[in-house]
């Protein structure tokens, strides 16, 4: 049963970590995939908590060359100036697609992997961004079918038909947690928190068994929080359409694009924090359900195996999963 709450002015923004009282072995930062990637690891043994964290820095290092888009040689590169050749690509790349068709299977296409052609035309990064041409999004809509990209699985390649091309964005930063989390799992330490922009892979617990808190911030509020979750290996993402967003002519306009018209999509949703055992999952799922709407995103979440969501809508309710309420913190 779902649970209704009304608050004033409170958006979650991206998932942080609250501070804690057990101490971090050590921690590690870098820029992978133009986000920040933050890994703390706990109860390493001190002369072995260095080389963990360079090989995490290794792990986002190879990932960022095999799925950065603007990667000369990567796979998705190879993929997206293929011209309609099959391309062999790696495991990774397979799985990687694989897991982005699946959601756009279950939307209908409403979250498709091959928006590029549409998403490269806006630019949230710009000191004075613009709407894009009317007809430049209707004849990039024109390349936007996830129909036309074919994973092969036993032969290892992908074929990119009618000019499609993907940014892999979208899937990419949880793909990447889970292998780090992989990786993590068979080292000698008590637990981790991996962070990529916001996608949040736990692994472990704190010493003595403590899980971990993550708090879900208020926007309007900078440094508090809407709500702080207890959690230990699991996987939190968050995604907004406050993230990434201008205004022009007091319209915003926002970084996720309904396929059906390349505008930003038309939600009652703020913001999506989706938990489940896979960073992936969550990212995705973030995505989706903001284009689905709180209604329909509910009823998937709800629908979804060992998977809870926290939604704020934009008339500041909030809406928590059947079974969300046993991760909330009081």
Known sequence: ????????????????????????????????????????????????????????????????????????????????SSDGKSVTVSEDTIS??????????????????????VSALWDFHEENPSVPDDDKIKNALSHVNWHDLIVDEDNMTVTAKDNVTIDAGAVAKGY???????????????????NIGGDIRLVGSKAENTPFTIGINDPFNKGSVAAALTLSDAAVATSGIYERAFTVNDTLYHHILDTKTGYPVDTDLESVTVITSDAVDADCLCTVCILLGSEKGMDLIENTADTEAVFIRKDASMIFSSDAAEYIRQ
Request: glycine share 6%; with cysteine.
């Open 1 to 80: 049963m779902k649970k209704t709450v009304f608050i004033i002015s409170v958006l979650i923004i991206t998932v942080h970590m609250c501070a804690c009282s057990s101490p971090v072995s050590s921690s590690r930062s870098g820029i992978y995939f133009d986000t920040i990637v933050n890994i703390d690891i706990y109860g390493a043994p001190a002369e072995e908590s260095e080389q963990i964290l360079d090989e995490c820095m290794n792990i986002c290092d190879r990932y960022e060359k095999l799925f950065d888009k603007n990667s000369a040689g990567g796979d998705i590169s190879k993929i997206n």
């Open 176 to 194: 990447i947690a889970d292998r780090i989390a992989d990786y993590l799992s068979a080292c000698p330490l008590t637990g981790a928190v991996i």
């Open 96 to 117: 990687l697609l694989g897991t982005a068709l699946k959601y756009c299977d279950l939307t209908d296409g409403r979250f498709d992997i091959t928006i590029y052609p």
